[in-house]
């Protein structure tokens, strides 16, 4: 697994609030943040249900900060405020995971630098994973989660490997078997590998044909161990190229799925 003091504000951004709108209780706000673009839904805390998730695309020439700037000036829905929790989730490949019981708010930065290069102008902040054991610890620029905790109100941040980690434990599996589940985005892939003891892996790799995508889930399921006829390889999302992923994985792999995107709304049980 992908295991200077700057700053751990995880529960601090919880608090902070932009209080310029009157706040409307059953109203919520998710926002994703992905290298190939934007996207949000207003979602109703009572039942779950959501707008349409709209989608923005980024410009590559802008820094995050201006082309966030830009979604709230496009965005009429998003400048009215109003909202009683906005749930942020940053699709990034800088994340990695440490046991909770090891978890020290001082001891995070060293951790995330021991596995990454430092970066300027970031900030490492962490998702603790209810019923997992599991703390996360990933970066964000700091100037960016400054832009938002000040048009947002009552601002969560989450890791998209927060999301996938909590939810596929979740999952049932059938007795005995292990799987495999990878996220291709535009520039990268995320690989989470569950067996009958739990998670056994959550590593990220920098990846954008599909020749890479199949080599690294290859090179992945034999260093685990899977069998080829047993276990299972589930294909998140909707990436481009994916069906041909699909077709090769499977002239090695028997149980081959395309499962639906997890949906960014109402991350109130990462919390619970």
Not at 2 to 21: A, P, S
Not at 87 to 115: G, M, Q, W
Not at 232 to 253: P, Y
């Amino acid at each position: 697994m992908n295991l200077r003091r700057t700053n751990i504000e995880q529960d601090k951004d919880m608090t902070q609030t932009n209080d310029t709108h009157t706040e409307d209780e059953h109203k919520l706000l998710s926002i994703r943040i992905g290298t190939d673009g934007f996207s949000f839904a207003i979602v109703m805390a009572d039942d779950g249900e959501h707008t349409d998730m709209r989608h923005h695309a980024i410009d590559d020439t802008l820094p995050l900060t201006a082309n966030i700037k830009q979604l709230f000036a496009q965005e009429e829905a998003l400048r009215q405020g109003g909202f009683s929790r906005t749930d942020i989730v940053l699709e990034s490949k800088r994340f990695c995971l440490l046991p909770t019981e090891f978890f020290e708010r001082d001891e995070a930065c060293r951790v995330f630098y021991h596995n990454y290069p430092k970066q300027e102008n970031e900030c490492v902040l962490h998702n603790t994973l209810p019923h997992t054991g599991i703390t996360v610890l990933f970066g964000i620029d700091k100037t960016a989660r400054d832009c938002l905790l000040g048009l947002c109100h009552r601002v969560k941040f989450y890791s998209q490997a927060s999301l996938h980690i909590a939810h596929m434990a979740a999952l049932e599996r059938p007795a005995g078997t292990r799987a495999l589940y990878a996220c291709p985005r535009r520039y990268s892939m995320e690989v989470y590998a569950y067996g009958p003891e739990g998670l056994l892996l959550a590593n990220s790799f920098d990846c954008n044909s599909t020749a890479d995508r199949l080599y690294y889930l290859l090179y992945v399921w034999k260093q685990l161990g899977f069998d080829q006829e047993k276990d299972e390889l589930h294909l998140c999302g909707q990436a481009a190229g994916q069906e041909q992923l699909s077709d090769e994985l499977q002239r090695f792999v028997a149980h081959v799925s395309t499962d639906e995107p997890l949906q960014y709304n109402n991350l109130k049980f990462l919390s619970e």
